[in-house]
């Protein structure tokens, strides 16, 4: 049930949101609108599959740690 719900609302955010940005908006922003949709489109889809994603705020504490030597 949860990944129709999740359909659904992509194809509500996707007529409201993302429709008006391929009439109007220039090609980067395009691009980058349509690469994070698809992003957390993908991300939603897994997690209400029950996939487990890794967190990737270990790897963002080992570059602040390597870099600022905290």
């Known amino acids: 049930m949860l990944p129709l719900i999740i359909v659904l ?3 509500f955010v996707y007529l409201f949101d993302y429709k008006p940005v391929l009439k109007d908006g220039n090609t980067k922003e395009k691009i980058l609108h ?3 949709m698809a992003i957390s489109f993908c ?4 997690h209400s599959l029950g996939v487990q994603i890794p967190s990737p705020t270990d790897s963002i504490e080992k570059m602040i740690h390597s870099i600022l030597g905290i």
């Open 43 to 46: 991300i939603l889809m897994l």
């Open 34 to 36: 349509g690469s994070i």
């Open 9 to 11: 609302l992509f194809i």
